[in-house]
């Protein structure tokens, strides 16, 4: 049995000490538990270097499809863990935290999107993948920030569309495939609205040199997209990063992607868009919390089966496209 000790009130250096134990235990538990420990780009640090597989929400809940392993610890938020228990039914889906949710997914509910199809018997719902399974249940297609372009593009010209959540990745949308019967629901993600235009002018006036990346979620998109040197997913930002011959960079999403981008590319300089851009929900989830996840098995996260088989749907139109 493993005991946590409280860091809290410790030196640095014995913080550092305790974190060091704390992931040499996920370690040993994660192999006498069978477990595998997948974690989000916007994941700190710490939780990166213990995972056996970072991405962003799409690539997790693929590869988790590919994995042996029974059980899954999943490092994110409540949406992203659900979405792998839609593709991996028969799995032992585990998070640390059951508060870490997402603010933009709660931005909607299946009411709201049963009452649109309803008075748009026509119309065609795209959820982003940032909703809940209640909600995808509901919906006739999921899109990632990465597949979304391709996803709209798939649905007849003249279409009725609602894209839910996310005004400003809709937004991105509607500009990209010039679909003027493109409706887009007003939620938005805190820690993207935190970029600001003022903010990345600062920014691009210090660092002339950087290159700026951009994902669209940002709620200065409106505003900064024709500066943005790249518009892009966070997995598309961290393959980018190390294929492009620039040296600097500003990135705009949240700053925990700025960990593994300096990790894998330590030659580099990364300059966060705002110092704001930080999912509380995200850091919810800490060392101490995923060595109590394995030692307990909790907290497993479940989907109504008849919930679940709906939800699944628009997941698997979006995978059979091959975008």
Request: proline content about 5%.
């Amino acid at each position: 049995m493993v005991t946590i000790t409280s860091v809290l009130d410790r030196k640095p250096s014995a913080r550092l000490d305790d974190r060091a134990r704390l992931a040499d235990s996920i370690r040993a538990l994660k192999q006498e538990r069978g477990a595998v420990i997948v974690a989000h780009n916007y994941q700190a640090g710490e939780i990166q270097d213990v995972a056996d597989f970072i991405g962003d929400s799409l690539k997790l809940a693929q590869y988790a499809r590919t994995v042996r392993e029974e059980i899954i610890l999943f490092c994110g938020v409540y949406f992203m863990a659900e979405t792998v228990v839609l593709l991996c039914p028969t799995k032992t889906v585990l998070v640390p935290d059951l508060a870490a949710g997402c603010s933009l997914a709660d931005m909607v509910t299946a009411e709201q999107v049963r009452d649109w199809k309803a008075a748009h018997p026509a119309g065609v719902v795209v959820a982003y993948v940032n909703t809940s399974a209640a909600v995808k249940a509901e919906c006739d297609l999921c899109c990632t920030s990465a597949n979304g372009v391709e996803v709209i593009q798939s649905i007849p010209p003249e279409t009725e569309i609602l894209f839910i959540p996310d005004f400003y990745l809709g937004s991105y949308l509607k500009a990209q495939t010039k679909r003027h019967t493109m409706q887009l629901w007003k939620g938005y993600c805190p820690a993207h609205v935190a970029i600001t235009p003022e903010g990345v002018d600062r920014l691009r006036d210090s660092y002339p040199e950087a290159e700026f990346l951009m994902h669209p979620e940002c709620g200065c998109l409106t505003k900064s997209m024709a500066l943005a040197d790249r518009i892009l997913s966070t997995d598309a930002m961290v393959h980018y990063v190390k294929q492009s011959p620039a040296q600097e960079f500003i990135i705009a999403t949240d700053v925990g992607i700025l960990y593994r981008m300096r990790k894998e590319n330590p030659t580099k300089r990364f300059y966060p868009a705002s110092d704001a851009a930080s999912c509380q929900h995200m850091r919810r989830n800490t060392l101490d919390k995923l060595v109590q996840s394995l030692i307990h098995l909790e907290y497993r996260v479940t989907v109504d089966p008849a919930v679940a088989e709906r939800a699944r749907q628009p997941i698997e139109r979006m995978l059979a496209l091959a975008v």
